[in-house]
Structures are given as structure tokens and as C-alpha cells.
């Protein structure tokens, strides 16, 4: 069982950066994929961004390619989704989500995943 907890939400202008940051409680949280989704109020909860495990391949939606950035610490236990050069459309709940143990695949679909945060709000303002 792994506990997530995102944090580093918050209200931008457009054109700002924010940091989000998803814990693990467990050493294990290490051995999971992790994504990043998101859901705007009436949409579907759609990928942002994924990394493997061991940090060595990311996935990117087109829609935030060139904008944002995962990485992450293993040794803290955590996960980053750097966010610059924001926009309206980026508004929405972001949850960080963990499953596939050791694997190497980018997988982008919520079904993948067995752990869930309980989200951070970002809001973008024009």
C-alpha cells in the first residue's frame, strides 16, 4: 500500500511556473511508474505526464510538451512536474498517481494505475 500526497498548487498568471510534488510514504513508492493526471470541472481526467521508474523515460501529452517536466528523487521519495509558461487551459485538479511496479513502459491511461493523491488545485489566471 502506497499513500500519495501532491502539493505546490496554487493560482498563476498566465505565463507563470509552479512546482508540483508528489510524496510517497513508502520505500517501495521507488519501484513505481508515476503519472501525473489532470480534470478540469466537465472533462474527463486526462495523462499530463509519466516516468518510469527508474527515472530513465518520461512521457509528455502534446499538449504541455515543450512546458512542462517530470523528474524525479527516488532516494526522497518523490516526484516533480515542473509547470512553466502557463496557461488558462491548464487550469484544473492535478493528481499524481502510482502502479506497474518495475516496469518500463509509459503507461498513459488512469486503469494502469493503482494509487491515487488526493489532488492539488492549479489555477491559471489571464
Known amino acids: 500500500q502506497v499513500t500519495l500526497a501532491e502539493s505546490g498548487g496554487g493560482s498563476v498568471q498566465t505565463g507563470g511556473s509552479l512546482r508540483l510534488s508528489c510524496a510517497g510514504s513508502?520505500?517501495?513508492?521507488?519501484?513505481?511508474?508515476v503519472g501525473w493526471f489532470r480534470q478540469a470541472p466537465g472533462n474527463e481526467r486526462d495523462v499530463v505526464a509519466v516516468?518510469?521508474?527508474?527515472?530513465?523515460?518520461?512521457f509528455l501529452a502534446d499538449s504541455v510538451k515543450g512546458r512542462f517536466t517530470i523528474s524525479r528523487d527516488n532516494a526522497k521519495k518523490t516526484v516533480y512536474l515542473q509547470m512553466k509558461d502557463l496557461k488558462p487551459e491548464d487550469t484544473a485538479v492535478y493528481y499524481c498517481?502510482?502502479?506497474?511496479?518495475?516496469?518500463?513502459?509509459?503507461?498513459?491511461?488512469?486503469?494502469?494505475?493503482?494509487?491515487w493523491g488526493r489532488g492539488t488545485q492549479v489555477t491559471v489566471s489571464s
Open positions: 498517481a502510482a502502479g506497474a511496479r518495475f516496469s518500463n513502459i509509459l503507461h498513459s491511461t488512469s486503469e494502469q494505475y493503482d494509487y
Open positions: 513508502e520505500r517501495t513508492f521507488s519501484s513505481y511508474t
Open positions: 516516468i518510469i521508474w527508474t527515472g530513465g523515460s518520461t
